[in-house]
């Protein structure tokens, strides 16, 4: 019989770890020749990873997002600055940004919801480590808080609490190496969402059709947690393996006839935009399940690695939003986001009413690109004009559609400036155009717009710029004197 040492197992007593030693990386678990088995020597290994709680070791762009990786209860592992946060969402500033940000998007006819799901640690509170000190307690008063808060705003907000401290459950919420849910924790969370949005009154006008979900296999996960941790501590955990699900549309040819001629080929009435725990190219299923549960099809837009932020930025952008506007926006995000990124608010401000699209410009030029400082707008030449920054945006349009990165700075009369830097991911397709409304805060609305420059280092994005300032019709601000 051939042996072979190529992984341990730490005691229980210890820590509960179980991994892999980088011989299974390296190619040594293998089909064994015909006429042979193979039998595995478990010993005790993996001392603790000092490599792990030294915050210097999170160098790298893949490693900077899980500071600090922690050994929880059963092989869990969990993220100290992320999952296991005692508080949540934006400060009052930003609850009234994304107030007015709902307020527009209403305007227009749509309704936001936000899927503020729950982080790992308020799920599954007994995996965490007791070194971790993790306050459960305050954190779930403090995350029922923001669902409040957030409602209160006009907004659509599923109460997630019910899925706090899940135990007894015979599939887990999330994955135990890896930061997203599994199917079976989309499903749960799905049901909660899809009953809150039954409630609403819009839920009688969205088109019904009937879907189901069904088992079609199952999905080996390698965690992003254990691959972080084999990157600093050389361990390597087992992959985990769960059931996954696809969801169908039950088909009904008499029903199809009437979807046809009522609706032709009009979009879904709800658009769903979020993070990879929503994306339709990985196989959580979370659409789906809200397909089943609401009984009404879903445009899903979310992206894997696209964040909470720019897939959104890439929705408003794009023609669907513009020519056929959701009757309900659901915007999912782990409850670890923030909210309170403010060039994201200005940008968003400015695309829902497509920048000066239909606006008679207050000023406007073109202009060739040099390397260094370029002037591409000025209130001036014999005629100063009352252009109060609260009440007005920037519409930015490069001549290479190409260009994903614009460095300007804002100018007023008083001799204030501000630098606005926007950088859009490489999948959203801007097409050269930045929009984004002036700052709006404190006493910065009632500042005097006087010029606007471009700051180009090396070769310049584009051969020239078209730049547009015009009256923001949809923030309610200090009107103009």
């Not at 730490?10 to 179980?18: D, F, N, T």
């Not at 609403?200 to 972080?228: D, H, W």
């Not at 996954?244 to 009435?269: H, K, M, T």
Request: hydrophobic residues 40%.
């Amino acid at each position: 019989m051939m042996r072979r040492r190529i992984f341990s197992v730490l005691p229980r007593a210890r820590s509960g770890l179980r991994c892999l030693l980088p011989l299974v990386a390296a190619g040594w678990l293998s089909q064994p020749a015909s006429g042979f088995a193979l039998d595995y020597e478990i010993v005790p290994c993996c001392s603790p990873c000092p490599a792990a709680d030294n915050r210097a070791n999170y160098n790298t762009g893949f490693l900077s997002i899980f500071p600090i990786l922690m050994r929880g209860e059963e092989d869990w592992l969990f993220r100290s600055d992320v999952e296991l946060i005692t508080d949540f969402g934006p400060d009052e500033y930003h609850l009234q940004e994304l107030k007015q940000f709902a307020d527009i998007l209403r305007s227009r006819g749509t309704q936001l919801a936000i899927v503020y799901h729950p982080t790992r640690g308020l799920v599954h509170p007994t995996k965490v480590p007791k070194s971790a000190k993790y306050d459960f307690v305050a954190a779930s008063a403090n995350y029922r808080r923001i669902l409040e808060r957030l409602r209160a705003l006009g907004i659509i907000v599923p109460d997630l609490t019910p899925l706090l401290n899940e135990t007894g459950k015979e599939h887990e919420y999330f994955f135990r190496r890896d930061h997203h849910w599994t199917a079976y924790g989309a499903e749960r969370a799905a049901r909660v969402v899809a009953a809150e949005l039954r409630r609403q009154p819009l839920y009688a006008s969205l088109e019904k059709q009937a879907f189901t979900n069904r088992r079609v296999g199952i999905m080996r996960k390698t965690g992003t947690l254990q691959m972080a941790w084999q990157r600093l501590c050389g361990e390597m955990y087992a992959d985990q393996y769960v059931d996954e699900f696809v969801s169908e549309r039950v088909e009904d040819p008499a029903a199809a006839d009437r979807q046809e001629q009522l609706f032709g080929d009009a979009l879904p009435p709800i658009a769903l935009v979020g993070t990879s725990f929503s994306a339709p190219d990985v196989s959580y299923n979370f659409d789906g399940y809200l397909k089943e549960y609401l009984g009404v099809d879903i445009l899903n837009e979310a992206l894997a690695g696209g964040g909470g932020y720019d897939t959104m930025i890439r929705y408003l952008m794009s023609d669907e939003f513009k020519d056929h506007p959701p009757k309900l926006l659901l915007w999912e995000l782990p409850s670890y986001h923030d909210l309170r990124k403010e060039m994201f608010y200005r940008e968003v401000h400015a695309l829902i009413d497509s920048g000066c699209d239909g606006k008679p410009p207050e000023l406007a030029r073109t202009t060739r690109l040099h390397t260094g400082r370029n002037e591409i707008l000025f209130n001036g030449g014999g005629e100063l004009k009352t252009l109060r920054g609260g009440n007005y945006l920037l519409d930015v349009q490069f001549d290479n559609p190409a260009t994903h990165y614009m460095n300007a700075t804002v100018w007023y009369v008083n001799g204030r400036n501000e630098r606005v830097k926007i950088e859009h991911a490489s999948w959203i397709e801007n097409k050269g155009r930045f929009m984004v409304a002036l700052r709006d805060d404190g006493e910065w609305k009632g500042f005097n717009f006087l010029s606007m420059d471009l700051n180009v280092e090396g070769a310049p994005p584009a051969a020239s710029v078209t730049a547009r300032l015009c009256k923001d019709g949809r923030r309610s601000q200090v009107a103009d004197r």
